[in-house]
């Protein structure tokens, strides 16, 4: 059975940083591109970031490129967010997905097979 946990989330003031951790189990995790979503209340899901399989290409969504770096640890079957300078806009609860395949090749939430149940990020003063 899949499961991909997210943990390191919470209450964050504006121009802070956080490391959200998703721990994936039950998968062979070097088989997967891995990716971080983002949906925010009255917003469709969105893509943060993705990595592929061996972290040799990432993808960003506009507003977060020199912010936040995604990174993973095969050994470990563990995807890592890394969110700095933080803003009341990055308020969202934020998904660990996994999609089978070596590369990146959607930005769309229907693209990917497996999903953990979220850790929500507050920016707020």
Request: net charge negative; charged share 15%.
């Amino acid at each position: 059975q899949v499961q991909l946990v997210e943990s390191g989330g919470g209450l964050v003031q504006p121009g802070g940083s956080l490391t959200l951790a998703c721990d994936a189990n039950g998968l062979r995790f070097r088989d997967y591109t891995m990716a971080w979503f983002r949906q925010a209340p009255g917003s469709h899901r969105e893509m943060v970031a993705a990595i592929n399989w061996n972290g040799g290409d990432t993808y960003y969504t506009r507003s977060v490129i020199g912010r936040f770096t995604i990174s993973r640890a095969n050994a470990d079957n563990m995807v890592y967010l890394r969110m700095n300078s933080l803003s009341p806009e990055d308020t969202a609860v934020y998904y660990c997905a996994a999609d089978l395949a070596d590369g990146i090749r959607t930005t769309h939430d229907a693209g990917y097979d497996y999903w953990g149940l979220g850790t929500q990020v507050t920016v707020s003063s």
